[in-house]
């Protein structure tokens, strides 16, 4: 990994990107599944998530998606996609869980 592309990490770890548009081509463009699913954790249109949840290539950004999104009838999709990585299904229950949880 280069250092431009360790720079970018923490700059969107600590928050310093913020403009929507640019975080969503940075979660669905960039070739680092590192960078993307840093990206991940900042974005907040549910649907982007979804989407990115579902297709991305590598199983870290699409875990990243999991724990962000908060609509539950998707975490279901997902957890009830067999064709998903187990690990992938196993957060979207636990984050279900956590709603659930959390709206008590």
Not at 13 to 27: K, R, S
Not at 36 to 49: E, F, H, K, N, S
Not at 75 to 104: F, G
């Amino acid at each position: 990994m280069s250092r431009d592309q360790t720079e970018l990490i923490r700059r969107l770890q600590e928050g310093e990107i913020t403009d929507p548009v640019l975080l969503a081509e940075i979660a669905t463009e960039d070739m680092m599944f590192e960078v993307r699913r840093a990206a991940v954790g900042q974005i907040t249109d549910p649907v982007l998530l979804a989407r990115i949840a579902v297709e991305d290539v590598a199983w870290e950004v699409r875990q990243a998606a999991v724990w962000e999104i908060t609509d539950k009838s998707t975490l279901r999709r997902i957890a009830d996609n067999r064709e998903e990585l187990d690990l992938v299904r196993r957060s979207a229950l636990w984050r279900m869980d956590r709603i659930s949880k959390e709206e008590k």
